[in-house]
Protein backbone atom coordinates (compact mmCIF):
# COMPACT_ATOMS: atom_id res chain seq x y z
CA UNK A 1 0.00 0.00 0.00
CA UNK A 2 1.39 3.45 -0.77
CA UNK A 3 1.76 6.18 1.32
CA UNK A 4 -0.02 9.10 1.24
CA UNK A 5 1.84 12.40 1.00
CA UNK A 6 2.00 14.62 3.70
CA UNK A 7 -0.86 17.37 2.63
CA UNK A 8 -0.58 19.44 6.37
CA UNK A 9 0.91 22.40 4.29
CA UNK A 10 -1.08 22.67 1.84
CA UNK A 11 -4.36 22.14 4.30
CA UNK A 12 -3.28 24.88 6.26
CA UNK A 13 -3.28 27.29 3.78
CA UNK A 14 -6.52 25.90 2.69
CA UNK A 15 -7.89 26.74 6.03
CA UNK A 16 -6.16 30.18 6.40
CA UNK A 17 -7.84 30.92 2.93
CA UNK A 18 -11.28 29.81 3.64
CA UNK A 19 -10.88 31.68 7.19
CA UNK A 20 -9.98 34.94 4.87
CA UNK A 21 -12.74 34.63 2.41
CA UNK A 22 -15.27 33.78 5.29
CA UNK A 23 -14.22 37.28 6.89
CA UNK A 24 -14.71 39.13 4.03
CA UNK A 25 -18.28 37.30 3.51
CA UNK A 26 -19.56 38.82 7.44
CA UNK A 27 -17.92 42.50 6.52
CA UNK A 28 -19.77 42.14 3.02
CA UNK A 29 -22.92 40.83 4.94
CA UNK A 30 -22.93 43.34 7.58
CA UNK A 31 -22.35 45.98 5.10
CA UNK A 32 -25.50 44.88 3.01
CA UNK A 33 -27.59 44.42 5.99
CA UNK A 34 -26.73 48.37 6.17
CA UNK A 35 -27.21 49.19 3.02
CA UNK A 36 -24.10 50.03 2.35
CA UNK A 37 -23.73 52.58 4.45
CA UNK A 38 -26.81 54.68 2.53
CA UNK A 39 -30.11 55.94 3.61
CA UNK A 40 -32.49 56.14 1.21
CA UNK A 41 -33.08 59.52 1.09
CA UNK A 42 -29.20 59.94 -0.24
CA UNK A 43 -29.34 57.33 -2.71
CA UNK A 44 -27.92 58.30 -6.69
CA UNK A 45 -27.13 57.08 -9.87
CA UNK A 46 -23.87 56.91 -8.56
CA UNK A 47 -24.51 53.85 -5.59
CA UNK A 48 -26.44 52.10 -8.28
CA UNK A 49 -23.31 52.10 -10.29
CA UNK A 50 -20.93 51.38 -7.50
CA UNK A 51 -23.36 48.32 -6.55
CA UNK A 52 -23.74 47.39 -9.95
CA UNK A 53 -19.70 47.07 -9.91
CA UNK A 54 -19.85 45.05 -6.34
CA UNK A 55 -22.37 42.71 -8.11
CA UNK A 56 -20.47 41.93 -11.41
CA UNK A 57 -17.31 41.09 -9.25
CA UNK A 58 -19.55 38.54 -6.85
CA UNK A 59 -20.92 37.04 -10.03
CA UNK A 60 -17.50 36.63 -11.72
CA UNK A 61 -16.78 34.56 -8.08
CA UNK A 62 -20.13 33.06 -8.11
CA UNK A 63 -20.16 31.55 -11.67
CA UNK A 64 -16.50 30.45 -11.05
CA UNK A 65 -17.66 28.52 -7.73
CA UNK A 66 -20.47 26.84 -9.46
CA UNK A 67 -19.75 26.89 -13.01
CA UNK A 68 -21.74 28.79 -14.56
CA UNK A 69 -21.65 31.49 -17.28
CA UNK A 70 -18.44 31.16 -18.69
CA UNK A 71 -17.28 28.64 -16.26
CA UNK A 72 -19.94 26.86 -17.08
CA UNK A 73 -18.41 22.76 -17.91
Known amino acids: MRERPDNSQPLDAFIARKAEIDTML???KTLSDDHFD?????????HVGTLSHYAELLKRITDAAFHEGEHAL
Request: charged residues 35%; proline residues 8%.
Open 26 to 28: DRL
Open 38 to 46: TSPEEVNWG
